[in-house]
């Protein structure tokens, strides 16, 4: 995925409009350029992806788990060399609780 600013690509969108470049402003009712620019307004926005890192946890009977930091899932099933969480997309590049990866 690629962000992009979007008031940056109607503007430069309209500049090959003639009508709409009239006075960078929305002009041109017909304008495939102008609605095109309308119906990114409508898109939703990309949510940043959330941080976390691997925690350990050793229970009273000294075993212990790595889990997510953000959603506190259970990831023994993966490894604990995961750069993200499979439960909710959380990156965990950054740090590990304890030094422990």
């Keep these: 995925m690629r962000l992009i600013d979007a008031d940056k690509v109607k503007i ?9 470049n009239l ?5 041109c009712k017909t304008c495939v350029i102008n609605l095109i620019c309308d ?5 939703p926005t990309a949510e940043e992806r959330p941080r976390g890192m691997w925690v350990y946890e050793t229970k009273l009977d000294g075993v212990g788990n790595w889990y997510c930091s ?8 993966i490894g604990k060399n995961s750069d993200f ?3 909710c997309g959380a ?3 950054e740090g590990v609780n304890n030094g422990k990866k």
């Design 70 to 77: 953000n959603c506190y899932e259970d990831k023994q099933w």
């Design 12 to 20: 430069e969108s309209r500049k090959h409009c003639i009508n709409c």
């Design 85 to 87: 969480c499979p439960y």
């Design 39 to 43: 119906r990114l307004d409508l898109q």
């Design 91 to 93: 990156d965990m590049r």
């Design 23 to 27: 006075n960078g402003t929305k002009q």
